[in-house]
């Protein structure tokens, strides 16, 4: 059964939205995937008044122009990334360079006689104005830096408080300080990649061990932390705009293959213990190949540019039982203790993109851009614990395809876009037989219990789709003087498709006696029926931004937003008639009065279930979601040296729509647990405030700032049950009041109500790259405090006990006190042409939660784990060699270069009372003791790259 809900937007609808935004937003620009070129042309001391400018593209021929005003000044807005020779009437400067988001001053200095028009001022000193905090990645630095695996994000940790984690089983998460990794977005080519359905903010990085963009064809990047600009939506953390490459007037390829594999890698502490108990780590291997090809349709007017990569991975699995010193050798232990032994897990994707471009007129360009992904990843249910069965297939595919239209003419440019997505989210088992975990406990009850292993099939069996048409429209007026003004609008119409089940199987919770050796049930539950939610949401967006040069020395970046979703959780659900009567009849509960209803049980603990019952009208969209973002930079000399800046800003994102699926999906089982979202709508905001210098050391750039993010509004499931006192039972503190009344599970609220804020004070030392110097080398060191009111310490969908402790904040353990990060490439260092590069990361460790139940059952509290420190150092060393049909290049990375141990997890159970253990006084002998890796170890990995 589906539950379906559509709202179509009318092409009248959509069409008033689009001519309400240019009438009442005049000027826009793009600077999402563009960039601008700005200055003042003189002749002697004088202003050259009316003089044409052009800036020509190096790659394709492409042409910007415009015309300088009475004070000489110039602005071209919509450039594409890139290098750049500028023209001023028959005299031509030296090449200039562009990266994406860069605003540059190029002053130029006329030259009577002349056929080279001067740049004066320092190149590098260029883009220092501006109040977004963040980091631009190079070409060089993506092409040339070491990487395990070819995702282009995981050089994003080198901005401020950006964090690009790798678990062990090879799943990304990207975050920024104590945010919601759903609140990240990318931008590529000016197009918003957000997951709308799922975590990790990201179209397909949630639950992958892929990529989500072929590498070889992004040209750059740029990531924003904090104070972006009114274009950027969808987005209250970290926001990535990327480029990616194009065609040119010649023809260029290449083809690359990277190997790596377990004889060159080395082991890990875990598998050195799976190897002593006998149980090898199997011989496993990842590739990945890839091609490009761009060139010419028709030289200076046309271009087309190709890219495909391919990932395929059989990666290592022992399977070990835990906690084995616990277990007798009688009953079911000797069989189960059988289930262990090696295996792989395999990984195959397929990345494809299309890119054509054409000039149709001088001041006319169009560009459209095709991009499929396919991907299949067989994976354990849990990495160590799972047995051979206990796997699913998991698959994500997507596709894109999208349209733009350029159009620039008496300082006007406007961009047009057309855009279709289509991603498949598809984890899926056959399994039939039922999902067992096995545990143990120290003192034999089912109080304190630890897993064992894992038999069985996996429940997982869902599907996930988002479908969407985008249309969008950007317009730039730099017609007033020191003014650049920008303005859009955006309207999107997206389906949801949400259906299957994450129960297709009994889960079973079987506790193993400690002396007998047969197990006995903890705990079942039930599998769930497939159920689905089919619904359509439309999203508007309107942004006014003016970037105000007011003298030489201050700029002001003013801008206002405004997001609008209709539907965005489903609002035409209606729960379910046997779920609404429960909370009008008499509470059956002990010590509930006569005449008390469940529902006044609750409300005497702070819950009116009433804002949770959805009647198919009672639910409303947010409407208020105004997002105003003012920075500002100051020049204190004019010589762009030292420039100081500021912002605030308040930046809104959306909320998965899975959570639609979870409520109707329980709700759908008779008898079973209450799932109910709250009627009034919000979305997730964060207010950012940032200030900082940025300061030229000689051949450095220097940057010190603070910046701090509040979060609010976050989504969060949590325990809605009350006793018939308003209270929580006999429960710990730490616990909700599982159950409902009799004869249904557990009551679950869904509202808008987690925070989270950090603080980072960093400072940043960069060193960009010539030719003359031959190298390059950068650093960013952030000091961080991160909080969150999230019972579990992270940014986790559920906060089972909020209600419990209002005002209460945790420490993060998604943010780590001290991360230092240095990169560096040089291709002149080393004799014979060798290119060496580096990364070094360097950190305190990450904090985990401790649960200590040592003073009894009733009286768990949850203590600060401190990890051990981070320590990464990678290596790369290449050798180009060129011929007459192009050039070779021969890599060697070696990650982890000093093999360092850097864990991922630990174990954060204190245990119970009864028997001392450990510094609480709890009865685990193993409280503190790693149990995952956080990074990899050293590892070898060889390259080859044919180029012409």
């Given at each position: 059964m589906k539950t379906a809900t559509r709202r179509t937007p009318t092409l009248s609808i959509m069409a008033a939205a689009l001519a309400a935004a240019l009438i009442v937003t005049p000027y826009a620009s793009a600077q999402l995937s563009t960039a601008t070129i700005q200055g003042q042309v003189t002749r002697g001391s004088a202003a050259a008044a009316g003089t044409p400018v052009v800036a020509v593209n190096q790659l394709n021929g492409y042409a910007y122009n415009a015309v300088t005003r009475a004070d000489g000044s110039y602005i071209l807005t919509g450039v594409a990334p890139g290098t750049y020779q500028i023209k001023v009437g028959d005299q031509t400067s030296e090449l200039v360079t562009l990266s994406v988001g860069q605003t540059s001053q190029v002053d130029l200095q006329l030259q009577d006689g002349m056929t080279q028009v001067v740049i004066t001022g320092s190149a590098t000193r260029r883009d220092v104005a501006g109040s977004e905090v963040g980091t631009s990645v190079s070409r060089q630095q993506i092409e040339k830096l070491p990487q395990v695996t070819r995702n282009f994000l995981s050089f994003a940790d080198l901005a401020p408080g950006v964090r690009f984690n790798v678990d062990q089983s090879g799943n990304v998460k990207l975050q920024s300080g104590a945010q919601n990794q759903d609140n990240v977005n990318v931008f590529i080519d000016g197009v918003s990649q957000k997951n709308n359905i799922l975590r990790g903010g990201i179209a397909g990085l949630d639950s992958s061990r892929g990529n989500p963009f072929p590498q070889s064809a992004v040209a750059e990047y740029k990531v924003i932390s904090q104070n972006y600009k009114a274009e950027y939506d969808q987005?209250?953390?970290?926001?990535?705009?990327?480029?990616?490459?194009?065609?040119?007037?010649?023809?260029?390829?290449?083809?690359?293959?990277?190997?790596?594999?377990?004889?060159?890698?080395?082991?890990?502490?875990?598998?050195?213990?799976?190897?002593?108990?006998?149980?090898?780590?199997?011989?496993?291997?990842?590739?990945?190949?890839?091609?490009?090809?761009?060139?010419?349709?028709?030289?200076?007017?046309?271009?087309?540019?190709?890219?495909?990569?391919?990932?395929?991975?059989?990666?290592?699995?022992?399977?070990?039982?835990?906690?084995?010193?616990?277990?007798?050798?009688?009953?079911?232990?000797?069989?189960?203790?059988?289930?262990?032994?090696?295996?792989?897990?395999?990984?195959?994707?397929?990345?494809?993109?299309?890119?054509?471009?054409?000039?149709?007129?001088?001041?006319?360009?169009?560009?459209?851009?095709?991009?499929?992904r396919r991907e299949t990843d067989v994976i354990p249910e849990d990495q160590k614990l799972s047995t051979a069965e206990n796997v699913l297939n998991r698959s994500n595919d997507e596709d894109r395809f999208d349209f733009k239209h350029e159009w620039n003419t008496h300082g006007f440019l406007n961009e047009a876009r057309l855009g279709y997505e289509k991603y498949t989210w598809n984890p899926h088992s056959t399994a039939t037989r039922p999902y067992i975990r096995y545990q143990v406990s120290p003192s034999n009850t089912d109080n304190n219990v630890v897993d064992v292993i894992i038999t069985g099939g996996s429940p997982n069996n869902q599907y996930r789709q988002q479908e969407g048409k985008l249309a969008q429209d950007d317009l730039?007026?730099?017609?007033?003087?020191?003014?650049?003004?920008?303005?859009?609008?955006?309207?999107?119409?997206?389906?949801?498709?949400?259906?299957?089940?994450?129960?297709?199987?009994?889960?079973?919770?079987?506790?193993?006696?400690?002396?007998?050796?047969?197990?006995?049930?903890?705990?079942?539950?039930?599998?769930?029926?497939?159920?689905?939610?089919?619904?359509s949401n439309n999203q508007y967006g309107l942004y006014l931004q003016d970037d105000w040069q007011y003298n030489d020395k201050l700029l002001l970046n003013l801008g206002l937003r405004y997001d609008y979703e209709d539907n965005m959780l489903n609002d035409h659900y209606v729960t379910p008639a046997d779920r609404v009567a429960i909370f009008d009849k008499q509470d059956p509960r002990d010590g509930a009065p006569a005449g008390q209803t469940y529902a006044q049980s609750l409300a005497k603990?702070?819950?009116?279930?009433?804002?949770?019952?959805?009647?198919?009208?009672?639910?409303?969209?947010?409407?208020?979601?105004?997002?105003?973002?003012?920075?500002?930079?100051?020049?204190?000399?004019?010589?762009?040296?030292?420039?100081?800046?500021?912002?605030?800003?308040?930046?809104?994102?959306?909320?998965?729509?899975?959570?639609?699926?979870?409520?109707?999906?329980?709700?759908?089982?008779?008898?079973?647990?209450?799932?109910?979202?709250?009627?009034?709508?919000?979305?997730?905001?964060?207010?950012?405030?940032?200030?900082?210098?940025?300061?030229?050391?000689?051949?450095?750039?220097?940057?010190?700032?603070?910046?701090?993010?509040?979060?609010?509004?976050?989504?969060?499931?949590?325990?809605?049950?009350?006793?018939?006192?308003?209270?929580?039972?006999?429960?710990?503190?730490?616990?909700?009041?599982?159950?409902?009344?009799?004869?249904?599970?557990?009551?679950?609220?869904?509202?808008?109500?987690?925070?989270?804020?950090?603080?980072?004070?960093?400072?940043?030392?960069?060193?960009?790259?010539?030719?003359?110097?031959t190298w390059s080398l950068g650093a960013t060191y952030t000091y961080s405090r991160g909080e969150t009111t999230n019972k579990e310490w992270t940014n986790d969908i559920f906060n089972w006990t909020y209600g419990r402790y209002p005002y209460a904040w945790n420490p993060s353990t998604d943010v780590e006190k001290h991360r230092l990060v240095v990169s560096g490439v040089s291709d002149g260092v080393l004799p014979w042409g060798l290119m060496l590069s580096g990364k070094v990361t360097l950190g305190s460790g990450l904090p985990y939660r401790i649960t200590d139940c040592s003073k009894g059952f009733a009286q768990c509290v949850s203590a600060k784990g401190e990890a051990n420190a981070f320590h990464q150092v990678d290596v790369g060393l290449a050798k180009d060699v060129g011929f007459r049909y192009g050039h070779v290049a021969l890599r060697l990375d070696v990650l982890n270069l000093f093999n360092s141990i850097n864990y991922g997890g630990y174990d954060g159970w204190a245990g119970g009372p009864g028997n001392p253990q450990n510094r609480f006084g709890g009865d685990n002998k193993n409280l503190g003791t790693p149990n995952s890796v956080g990074g990899p170890m050293r590892t070898l990995k060889f390259s080859a790259r044919y180029a012409f």
């Open positions: 987005v209250s953390s970290a926001a990535i705009t990327a480029v990616t490459k194009s065609g040119g007037n010649e023809l260029h390829g290449d083809a690359f293959w990277d190997h790596t594999g377990t004889n060159v890698t080395a082991m890990d502490p875990f598998q050195k213990d799976a190897e002593r108990q006998g149980i090898g780590r199997p011989a496993s291997s990842q590739d990945q190949y890839g091609v490009t090809l761009g060139g010419p349709i028709v030289k200076d007017k046309a271009h087309y540019f190709f890219a495909y990569e391919g990932k395929k991975i059989d990666s290592p699995r022992q399977v070990i039982a835990q906690r084995t010193d616990l277990l007798p050798n009688a009953g079911i232990v000797p069989e189960l203790l059988k289930e262990q032994g090696a295996t792989v897990s395999s990984f195959k994707e397929d990345l494809f993109l299309l890119k054509l471009d054409t000039q149709l007129t001088e001041d006319q360009r169009v560009e459209a851009t095709a991009r499929i730039t007026y730099t017609g007033f003087k020191g003014h650049t003004l920008k303005g859009g609008v955006k309207v999107k119409h997206i389906t949801y498709n949400l259906s299957g089940t994450a129960f297709a199987v009994d889960k079973l919770y079987e506790r193993i006696d400690t002396v007998t050796g047969q197990p006995s049930i903890i705990r079942t539950e039930p599998a769930v029926p497939a159920n689905g939610v089919d619904f603990g702070g819950v009116n279930i009433k804002d949770y019952i959805s009647t198919g009208n009672s639910r409303k969209p947010f409407k208020n979601a105004w997002a105003p973002r003012l920075g500002l930079s100051y020049d204190l000399f004019g010589d762009r040296a030292s420039v100081l800046f500021a912002g605030w800003g308040r930046a809104y994102d959306r909320t998965i729509a899975n959570h639609a699926l979870d409520e109707a999906q329980k709700n759908a089982q008779s008898g079973g647990e209450i799932w109910m979202i709250r009627n009034d709508h919000k979305m997730a905001y964060t207010d950012q405030y940032s200030l900082g210098l940025r300061q030229a050391l000689g051949i450095w750039n220097g940057e010190v700032g603070y910046t701090n993010s509040r979060s609010h509004n976050q989504f969060n499931w949590f325990g809605g049950n009350r006793d018939p006192k308003g209270g929580w039972g006999t429960q710990s503190p730490i616990d909700p009041l599982f159950g409902s009344v009799p004869g249904f599970g557990t009551l679950v609220l869904g509202d808008f109500i987690t925070q989270a804020k950090t603080d980072n004070i960093y400072l940043k030392m960069d060193k960009p790259y010539t030719k003359s110097s």
